[in-house]
């Protein structure tokens, strides 16, 4: 086995631990509800930030605009418009596809 999968076994076995002391901790009580609207946004805002840093950054040297970007704001306005998500996605592809044609 490789120091690769050695580290991904055990980031995995970690997050398992973490998750399993949630309900031990807590038992029967529930988190306030100011707590656990903290706890719903947290998913959204690092998925977030991982899209904006893999779209931005690509060499590791700082950002890079390129097509991606083209892609992102197009389903970020194809969102914004409450279209369904297969749009969404088909349009991002298609802005980043004519991007790429056009560079």
């Known amino acids: 086995m490789t120091a690769v999968w050695v580290t991904v076994a055990a980031l995995c076995a970690g997050s398992a631990a973490i998750k399993a002391t949630g309900p031990?901790?807590?038992r029967a009580r529930r988190p306030p509800a100011r707590a656990?609207?903290?706890i719903a946004l947290?998913?959204?805002a690092?998925?977030?930030g991982l899209v904006v840093y893999?779209?931005?950054n690509t060499t590791g040297r700082g950002l890079e605009v390129d097509a991606r970007?083209?892609?992102?704001?197009a389903a970020g306005v194809v969102a914004a418009a409450r279209l369904p998500m297969l749009l969404v996605i088909v349009a991002a592809a298609a802005a980043t596809a004519l991007a790429r044609a056009l560079t």
């Not at 970007?69 to 704001?73: H, R």
């Open 69 to 73: 970007v083209v892609g992102l704001a």
């Open 24 to 26: 031990l901790a807590l």
């Open 36 to 38: 656990m609207a903290v």
């Open 54 to 56: 893999e779209t931005f």
């Open 46 to 48: 690092v998925l977030a």
């Open 42 to 44: 947290v998913a959204p």
